[in-house]
C-alpha cells in the first residue's frame, strides 16, 4: 500500500508551519491507530491534521507509540477484558502519558 503526503488546507495560514508531514511518519500514525483501533476512535484526517500543527510532532509520535505498545502488551496479558475494561485501560494509559 502507497502512502502519499497529505496536504491539510489552511493550516499554514494557522500554524505557519509546513503543511505535509513526510509519508514516514504518517505510516507511524497508522501503526499507532491500527493498534489502538478498538479505544481510540479520532478520525485519521483529524489525528493527522494535529500533528502537522503540533510543535513537536515526533515528541508526541513517541507519546503514541509508546501508548499503544503498553496497551498490547497489557491486552495480551489480559486477554478477557471486554471493551469497557480495554478503554478503562486505555484511559489510564493516557493519563499516565500526561502525568510524565
Not at 500554524?15 to 491500527?34: A, C, H, Q, T
Request: charged share 40%; glycine share 4%; hydrophobic share 35%.
Amino acid at each position: 500500500m502507497k502512502i502519499n503526503k497529505i496536504k491539510i488546507f489552511n493550516s499554514k495560514i494557522i500554524s505557519g508551519k509546513e503543511d505535509m508531514l513526510p509519508d514516514e511518519f504518517v505510516k507511524r500514525i497508522i501503526n499507532y491507530k491500527e493498534r489502538l483501533k478498538e479505544v481510540e476512535v479520532t478520525a485519521l484526517e483529524d489525528t493527522i491534521k494535529d500533528f502537522n500543527d503540533d510543535m513537536y510532532p515526533e515528541i508526541e509520535l513517541c507519546i503514541w507509540e509508546n501508548i499503544a505498545e503498553k496497551y498490547e502488551k497489557s491486552i495480551k496479558s489480559l486477554p478477557n477484558l471486554d471493551i469497557e475494561g480495554k478503554k478503562g485501560l486505555f484511559k489510564k494509559l493516557l493519563q499516565e502519558s500526561f502525568d510524565r
